[in-house]
């Protein structure tokens, strides 16, 4: 019998660099800057840690599910999840940043202290994808680092490692093709090709990642085509 799926090393170093990357950028913002604009459309900064923050115990509801056998979904429903950040981005500046961080240790503790056996147990997603436990690591280190560059205060996709730039342009492409929703494209970074598409777009992998994620235009980019907007992700 083979041994249960668990986290790979690389995604945890991944995922603990983006955590503490993450608390360095909020010990940083000052009171006023929650308030200004991040690269999330009608969201100020102050969503998106609420978001982050309202992340970090969803996912930790998934680890609740795999150490127990008890299913527990992330989010009772989708007016839920969206009732828990709005009440959370109202705190004031302290308490959110405190709420953040806090969260994240939360699921760092469940994360550091799931059985060996458990990464295997079949959890859901909020979108009702059937996956490992083992699966959840990725998810928050996508969201940490995602979310740091929405925050707009420094961070940019070319802070990124390229791996992880790599992995995420792997996640953007599966996602569209499990929704649906592939626009048929292949991204050229160099002399590497991803995805197989027809349809190449071409540039530098942290813009590439920036469009495919839905952060940046495609300024930058080049195509045989007329470059259309991305769809939706995750």
Do not use: K
């Amino acid at each position: 019998m083979s041994a249960p799926p668990s986290p790979s090393p690389e995604v945890l170093a991944w995922w603990e660099a983006g955590e503490a990357h993450l608390r360095t950028l909020l010990d940083a913002l000052g009171p006023e800057d929650l308030d200004g604009p991040s690269l999330l459309p009608g969201w100020p900064r102050r969503m998106v840690v609420a978001h982050v923050a309202r992340n970090a115990d969803a996912l930790g509801n998934l680890l609740h599910w795999a150490r127990t056998g008890q299913p527990t979904p992330m989010y009772p429903s989708r007016e839920a999840r969206d009732a828990a950040i709005a009440e959370s981005a109202a705190q004031e500046p302290r308490a959110l940043v405190a709420d953040c961080q806090e969260a994240a240790r939360r699921f760092g503790e469940a994360l550091r202290s799931l059985p060996e056996g458990a990464w295997a147990t079949e959890v859901t997603t909020a979108q009702g994808r059937s996956i490992p436990a083992s699966t959840v690591p990725w998810l928050r280190c996508r969201e940490v680092w995602v979310h740091a560059v929405d925050l707009a205060v420094g961070t940019g996709f070319s802070d990124l490692p390229e791996a992880l730039l790599l992995a995420l342009i792997d996640d953007v492409v599966e996602s569209w093709q499990r929704a649906g929703r592939d626009p048929g494209l292949c991204f050229i970074v160099g002399d590497r090709r991803i995805g197989s598409g027809p349809r190449a777009l071409r540039g530098d992998l942290p813009a590439l990642v920036g469009w495919a994620t839905g952060r940046l235009d495609a300024t930058g980019l080049e195509s045989d085509e007329p470059i259309p907007p991305p769809p939706p992700w995750p």
